[in-house]
């Protein structure tokens, strides 16, 4: 019987062996064969490819195309790399601007702010403190007063922790940020690009140097820049933020931009969020589409839907939908005020309307929720929010929620599900 035994298991293996797939080119590179003409291949990059590795991390890689690709880079290190697809061009969500210039606002126009009841939470001293948002879009205006008080520095040298590494002269010093477009500490200079500003001081702009009020004025800001000065970045570059941003510690990342091409890089980068107990906001888009009934028009990372995500519809001062913004039942949870928000830039103050507007309006509710109970899960902040959106008779917003933020609602309820 031992004999049979023996022979059985060794078969066995050899078995196991003989039918283990064998890793090659195809198999980490499908979108090399894909030829099609679908949302997985729109705006990708014929020579700028992304690349999971084994080990977790991400990086960014050029070659003249995807079969020198293959034969030069993919080859010679198959067994350490896990994925690859072509990286993808994706831009920020906003639709339209209208200058405020000078310094001080004309009329201190807070009407989203007062609409969430984000000013009745500020009264009772819930206001952001101790809670770290990263804002991973376009350069952010450094200099400006409102923003300049909120930043973040990075500590982790102090802590003996890795920084980020230029794969040249080892640890660079990136205080506040890093410039992924660049490869760059993101720098103390003034940003060319209006779109990150904007959404930082809708999120947490300091009331003491300006006209603005953020959501929540003493949340720190974490800057990720990964765009150049038109507002359009890659794909790779902002999955790269988003991994940086969860190792300096944030508990909200704003995501205000998408695009049409799905990225499996991209989808595992927001899930693996869920480990790191970090709440993901998404903008809708701005393509007035129903993705319940025009799945061809998705926007990612906008559909994604993952337990700890909020994707954001944009309202406007009457409460309706706004027509450019993007809806479902199933895939957008929660309308924000989204048309003629004043915030920060690089001048002073603008209006800008878009989904890119309403998504920071919930990033910083959820750093007000989770200023006010620390130990609150990503999952209990979104079940918070969503709970207690303002459905409106005769305007019910078409998201998972029915209804717009409502931030006096939601502390009550986070307070009710983390005693």
């Known amino acids: 019987m031992e004999v049979i035994k023996a022979g059985f298991t060794i078969g066995t293996l050899v078995l196991l062996v003989a039918c283990s797939p064998k890793k090659d080119v195809s198999g980490v590179f499908p979108e090399k064969e894909d030829t099609q003409a679908s949302t997985c291949t729109a705006d990708r990059m014929s020579s700028q490819f992304i690349v999971q590795w084994e080990d977790g991390h991400i990086s960014i890689e050029n070659e003249f195309d995807a079969d020198a690709f293959s034969r030069n880079f993919i080859e010679p290190r198959l067994l350490a790399i896990k994925h690859v697809e072509f990286d993808k061009e994706i831009s920020v969500n906003d639709t339209t601007t209208y200058e405020k210039s000078g310094t001080a606002l004309d009329t201190p126009d807070n009407w989203g702010e007062m609409r969430i009841g984000a000013d009745k939470a500020l009264a009772e001293g819930v206001d952001g403190e101790g809670v770290l948002v990263a804002v991973v879009d376009a350069g952010i205006t450094y200099s400006h007063p409102q923003i300049n008080s909120r930043l973040a520095k990075n500590d982790a040298e102090a802590k003996g922790l890795p920084g980020v590494d230029d794969d040249k002269n080892g640890l660079i010093d990136d205080i506040y940020g890093w410039d992924f477009f660049a490869n760059k500490p993101e720098p103390e200079v003034n940003s060319t690009e209006d779109h990150g500003t904007h959404v930082a001081g809708i999120i947490l702009a300091d009331p003491n140097q300006g006209a603005m ?207």
Not at 218 to 235: H, I, Q, T, W
Not at 298 to 319: E, G, K, L, M, R
């Open 213 to 419: 009020k953020g959501i929540a004025p003493k949340a720190r800001l974490v800057p990720v820049n990964f765009m150049a000065a038109d507002g359009r970045g890659s794909l790779g570059a902002a999955i790269q933020g988003i991994q940086y941003a969860v190792s300096r510690g944030v508990k909200v990342i704003n995501a205000s931009w998408g695009g049409p091409s799905c990225s499996k890089a991209l989808s595992d980068a927001v899930s693996a969020l869920s480990t790191a107990n970090v709440l993901f906001v998404a903008a809708s888009g701005n393509e007035s589409t129903d993705y319940d009934k025009e799945p061809w028009y998705y926007s990612y990372p906008a559909v994604y839907n993952f337990p700890h995500q909020i994707t954001v519809a944009a309202t406007s001062t009457s409460d309706y939908m706004a027509g450019f913004s993007n809806r479902s039942f199933n895939l957008v949870h929660i309308g924000a005020p989204g048309v003629d928000i004043i915030s920060t830039v690089n001048s002073g103050y603008m209006k800008m309307s878009g989904t890119s507007m309403a998504a920071p309006f919930v990033s910083g509710a959820a750093a007000l929720l989770w200023s006010a109970k620390p130990s609150a899960t990503a999952v209990q902040i979104k079940a918070a929010l969503l709970s207690s959106a303002d459905v409106i008779t005769g305007k019910e917003l078409k998201v998972s929620s029915r209804g717009r933020l409502n931030v006096v609602k939601a502390l009550a309820e986070i307070r009710r599900l983390v005693p």
